[in-house]
């Protein structure tokens, strides 16, 4: 039955946005981290959404593919002062960019709300399904 | 053979599977509005519709697979047989995405008041069937 897929569907969808909402508030959390269990500076991740069959039906939902560290450079502070500051005064700081962050936020949100929409429409209609004949 | 009960409610029972089917689909454009490369698709509601009435039900059988050699019958992209189409592009995306959020959720609310609204024409038809049997 077709709108029951729905709330497979939409499902699928809220889960990947809440897992990217994940992502960036681990991104946004760590955005001065200075050093990691690597003794790197933590690297901005990103998640990959792709098309998956949902019920038989092939491209129906979403799916986090994987996800993957931003490579770009950290971002150089000078700060003499710093404990982990190298022999020129500077310190290499997470690529995090927090308006960038800011942004995604914004849009998983606005998305995940697209699909709890979504659901919501589809369980009146099934509401609405079950009185026919009466 | 349809007996005239199947018949006065095949219209409706059709259109409302239909319209559910495409529900589904708009669903998933409205889930898949990040995703790189997406193709946001749709089918022409009318025309499926008629070509769903015009086929017989008794003949509309799949190929029958009773070997894992035998090859199943090519079926058609959408579950009732009408061929999925992609949306045109409006406004192009950097990452190849076509779903337009506007133009989904249109078409989505307006599919939802088509469904309620062969809903409240099929449980005319029933009330009518209804006070024909009692009286």
Avoid: W
């Avoid at chain 2, 992609?86 to 406004?91: D, E, G, I, N």
């Avoid at chain 2, 959720?105 to 599919?111: A, K, W």
């Amino acid at each position: 039955m077709s709108l029951f897929t729905i709330f497979h569907v939409a499902g699928s969808g809220m889960s990947a946005q809440a897992q990217r909402l994940n992502v960036v508030a681990s991104n946004l959390a760590n955005a001065d981290s200075v050093t990691s269990s690597n003794g790197q500076p933590y690297r901005a991740r990103h998640v990959l959404f792709g098309a998956v069959p949902v019920a038989g039906q092939e491209n129906s939902g979403v799916a986090v593919q994987f996800v993957a560290e931003d490579q770009s450079t950290p971002r150089v502070v000078h700060n003499p002062s710093h404990p982990l500051a190298d022999t020129g005064g500077n310190v290499a700081m997470p690529n995090v960019n927090v308006v960038e962050e800011m942004v995604d936020m914004i849009s998983a949100s606005r998305s995940y709300q697209n699909s709890v929409e979504t659901m919501n429409a589809a369980k009146t209609l099934l509401l609405k399904t079950l009185t026919i004949g009466q | 053979m349809r007996s005239s009960l199947d018949h006065t409610l095949a219209f409706h029972q059709t259109a409302l599977r239909l319209r559910a089917e495409r529900q589904q689909l708009l669903a998933s454009n409205i889930a898949n509005a990040d995703t790189p490369n997406y193709r946001a698709r749709d089918f022409n509601f009318s025309r499926t519709l008629q070509a769903a009435m015009a086929r017989n039900p008794q003949f509309d059988a799949k190929l029958l697979v009773t070997s894992p050699q035998h090859i199943a019958g090519a079926a058609s992209n959408t579950p009732s047989g009408g061929p999925l189409q992609y949306r045109t592009v409006q406004q192009a995306s950097a990452d190849g995405n076509t779903v337009d959020m506007d133009v989904e959720r249109n078409q989505f609310i307006d599919n939802a008041i088509r469904y309620e609204a062969s809903l409240t024409m099929i449980s005319g038809q029933v009330k009518g069937l209804l006070t024909a049997i009692q009286g």
